[in-house]
DNA sequence: GTGGTAGTCAACAATCATTGTCAACTAACA
DNA sequence: TGTTAGTTGACAATGATTGTTGACTACCAC
């Protein structure tokens, strides 16, 4: 049931003074779609409030992710970003322009994890990527190699 | 059939030459097993060869991975580490120290990946991941819950 | 073997993401 | 409204990676 509370909310059932700034960053995290990174959203809030700190934000996504009210994922593309969505699925990523995308398929759902029995560790979560080329970035791709052959 | 080269083959093949710096690296990455990071490559070739620069192995590592004949991959531990295990396969990655192991679960395998069909992506690479705690670290956590309670 | 040349290398500086330190500040509670 | 523990912003430091460049060298042709 926590998860139907908003950020701010779990903030402040955890104990945590709800600051300006935290209240800032909870409602950029709870209004921005897709997977900001801690750059976008220390941007979004300088624009808001000037005197935030890159740190500050650092700190409250840390503080978040300790409560498990979001996720901070890297999918190799530099800088973690922030998951807000909490429900099981699996990452897109293109390796190109670094978009990150949510496809509803479900980690856990990997074919025989059987063999994970014989080793010994604890699994407590799953993550599944799949890389490539986003529309866009294959589109352009395609583009570059009909105009000018030779680009390479 | 170009997986039962050798790195110094494949370098050749591809035109590449084949300098004293490469033929250490590519020696130092077929007689490490496991996931060495860029690091680790880095010392044990400066105990052999102590001029090679850091700059060296990066930018060999790069080559190599652009042939092919090793993955880079990045699972969230700070740096990456070099793959030299082609064979399709997944990840466990301990939580708290870091270490990197292979499980033959073949991440082609996941469940019901027609939904991937709606999304405008050329998928090329699938990686999963399991996260979590490995034997060692599993029972010094363990171990320090029964000692001291108070430590957190 | 020797010379020419394109491809490589080491040194060094620069960048990017992230984290540590700490004095000043403030939300929460009495 | 005062007290105080918890937070914040400024700033420096770290760790990983990348850019630049002149010197160097493996390779090929002769």
């Not at 990523?93 to 990997?110: F, I, L, N, Q």
Request: aromatic share 4%; net charge negative.
């Amino acid at each position: 049931m926590p998860h139907s509370h908003t950020l701010i909310e779990q903030l402040r059932e955890h104990g945590l003074k709800l600051t300006p700034q935290r209240h800032l960053i909870c409602q950029l995290i709870e209004t921005t779609h897709g997977h900001p990174t801690v750059e976008d959203l220390y941007e979004k809030a300088t624009a808001v409030m000037p005197s935030m700190s890159l740190k500050t934000v650092y700190t409250t996504l840390y503080e978040l992710a300790g409560l498990g009210a979001i996720r901070l994922v890297n999918v190799g593309t530099g800088g973690f970003r922030v998951e807000s969505n909490l429900d099981p699925h699996s990452h897109l990523v293109c390796r190109r322009c670094g978009k990150v995308m949510d496809v509803p398929v479900d980690p856990a759902a990997t074919a025989d994890l059987s063999v994970l029995e014989q080793y010994d560790f604890e699994v407590e979560h799953r993550e599944v990527i799949f890389r490539g080329l986003c529309g866009d970035c294959a589109q352009a791709g395609a583009r570059r190699d009909q105009g000018h052959e030779r680009h390479s």
